[in-house]
């Protein structure tokens, strides 16, 4: 299926289809199914407020499905496709961060994982290496619920960036 769409295209998918194609941006089947059965959209405007509005709904459990398609900050993406493709473009700019912030995040990874047991996640487009090194320093000291809800929000404002760059 086309990595981009027309948001009439996208309207008038089956919606096994229409899942399929979400699930390329944002892994979680809860979210997907949701904004699929949302469809028809009046303009990309009622998609995306849908979208977000989806995310607030979301669990832990769907959360988790979420992160299973993204990899950790700074590690080298090697699977393929698109969303994979999408995850090494958001965070192109790691290849700019000197050894000591690679080093940092290394560890404040494991150790997020260690704390959360689940992968560290941040909106990287637009932020460079010491700007997540330095959330993920900060968000350690979260709890539970704090991070949940920072979790969720990122995993949003991911979303929603992709979901605007794949409807032409």
Request: net charge negative.
């Amino acid at each position: 299926m086309s990595q981009s769409l027309e948001l009439g295209t996208f309207n008038a998918l089956p919606s096994a289809d229409a899942r399929a194609w979400l699930e390329q941006l944002c892994s979680s089947p809860r979210w997907a199914a949701e904004v699929t059965d949302a469809r028809p959209y009046a303009d990309r405007s009622a998609l995306l407020e849908t979208s977000d509005a989806v995310f607030a709904g979301l669990d832990p459990a769907d959360l988790d499905a979420a992160l299973a398609g993204h990899p950790r900050i700074g590690a080298q993406v090697s699977a393929e496709g698109h969303s994979a493709d999408l995850s090494r473009s958001e965070q192109s700019s790691m290849a700019s961060a000197d050894d000591r912030v690679k080093t940092a995040l290394r560890e404040g990874n494991i150790a997020y994982e260690q704390r959360f047991d689940r992968v560290f996640l941040i909106r990287a487009a637009g932020r460079s290496p010491q700007e997540m090194l330095t959330e993920l320093q900060r968000r350690l000291g979260n709890d539970e619920d704090a991070e949940i809800a920072e979790v969720r929000e990122q995993l949003r404002q991911i979303t929603r960036l992709r979901l605007e760059g794949a409807l032409s």
